[in-house]
């Protein structure tokens, strides 16, 4: 993706301007509109041209300390859905490994920080140390 800072020629080359240094994510071309003047990192009104980001130190620190990673997703979310998938990976493996199932394996990539179970003792180990079978009663399933 190599971006290219040429200049446009508009309004039958009575007009010339830079052009917008945005790219595409997939198709990794440059976008074709004129950059405004008043952008500093030569982008379209459409790519942030206008953007001139927090002024304040208190709207530097609420940006710095802003959870929303993309979209909607919180990284609180995004971390508990992947602590779900790879609890789940585990518990695949483990069926596997304790010949419970014949069924097809899961297709598709593994959540991060998974780590296959081939013996009955990593299995052993992961029932062992997974707080979902505490007891209710305990001090430890309250932390």
């Known amino acids: ?13 009575k007009i010339s301007c830079l052009r917008c240094t945005a790219s595409s994510k997939r198709s990794g071309e440059q976008c074709k509109k004129p950059a405004l003047k008043i952008s500093r990192t030569q ?3 459409f790519h942030g041209g206008r953007s001139t980001g ?8 609420r940006q710095r300390a802003s959870v929303i990673t993309s979209g909607n997703c ?6 508990g859905r992947s602590r779900s998938a790879l609890r789940l990976a585990w518990l695949e493996d483990a069926l596997y490994v304790l010949e419970m199932t014949d069924a097809p394996r899961t297709r598709g990539r593994k ?26 009663g305990s001090a430890e399933h309250q932390n």
């Not at 993706?1 to 080359?13: A, D, H």
């Not at 927090?54 to 620190?61: L, Q, V």
């Not at 919180?74 to 971390?79: A, G, I, M, N, R």
Request: charge should be negative; proline fraction near 9%.
């Open 54 to 61: 927090p002024k304040t130190e208190g709207g530097k620190a």
């Open 74 to 79: 919180t990284k609180e979310s995004t971390e």
């Open 43 to 45: 982008k379209c009104e």
């Open 111 to 136: 959540p991060k920080g998974y780590k296959p179970f081939v013996t009955l003792e990593d299995v052993k180990s992961f029932l062992i140390d997974n707080p979902l079978n505490l007891p209710e």
């Open 1 to 13: 993706m190599e971006i290219v800072t040429s200049r446009l020629v508009i309004f039958g080359g």
